[in-house]
């Protein structure tokens, strides 16, 4: 009995360990969108995708990071674009969260121009799109998990919906998200016919 209690002992507390060892060298992201319901109105009436982004964790002080596009036309991914590598100007996290807000908005009828205001300037980026008026800017599902500290995180995804099965006239965005496909697949699952993947990777 007493070797049992000792064994059981041992392994939790292995277990723990290797959790708070596993949560200590991971990252954390919490995405919000606007606050204010007049200013959500506003949003939402001149069609504006609106989210501030902060990704934090004990290894981003003193670090780079990559933000990155996917961009996807039906189930193929046919360009990948660096937004910023920060490591090109010498630029290291100065505390242990990056704080990020994205806006985006149709230029044209087939252009969406987004602006990212990120840790001390801004970029903005344009992109080319279907004509359709119906994209969204998405969080994807997996925005309370924790992720490994070197592995790239999708975070937000720019997307048309895909149409409802046995539903003529009839789109949705429900399923992308609710069932946690990977973005990268919406294409090949959900025949989404266009959609950019917004990814960010931590850089030593």
Not at 42 to 62: T, V
Not at 72 to 90: G, S
Request: overall charge positive; proline content about 3%; some cysteine.
């Amino acid at each position: 009995m007493k070797i049992r209690i000792i064994l059981t002992t041992l392994f939790l507390s292995i277990l723990t360990n290797s959790t708070f060892s596993q949560q200590g060298d991971s990252l954390k992201i919490d995405i919000t969108g606007v606050e204010s319901t007049e200013l959500l109105d506003f949003y939402r009436f001149e069609n504006i995708n609106y989210f501030k982004i902060n990704i934090s964790g004990k290894e981003i002080k003193n670090k780079y990071f990559l933000l990155t596009s996917n961009e996807y036309w039906k189930d193929k991914k046919v360009k990948t674009d660096t937004i910023v590598y920060t490591k090109r100007f010498q630029l290291q996290n100065e505390i242990d969260t990056v704080k990020i807000r994205i806006m985006s908005k149709k230029e044209k009828s087939d252009t969406v121009k987004f602006q990212f205001h990120l840790p001390r300037f801004s970029i903005i980026k344009k992109f080319g799109t279907t004509n359709k008026d119906m994209y969204s800017l998405r969080v994807t599902s997996n925005r309370e998990k924790l992720f490994a500290k070197n592995a790239p995180i999708n975070f937000l995804v720019y997307s048309l919906p895909y149409k409802v099965p046995n539903s003529p006239g009839r789109f949705s965005y429900c399923a992308l998200t609710r069932e946690g496909t990977p973005p990268d697949e919406w294409g090949a699952k959900f025949g989404v016919e266009h959609y950019i993947v917004f990814k960010f990777t931590l850089i030593e």
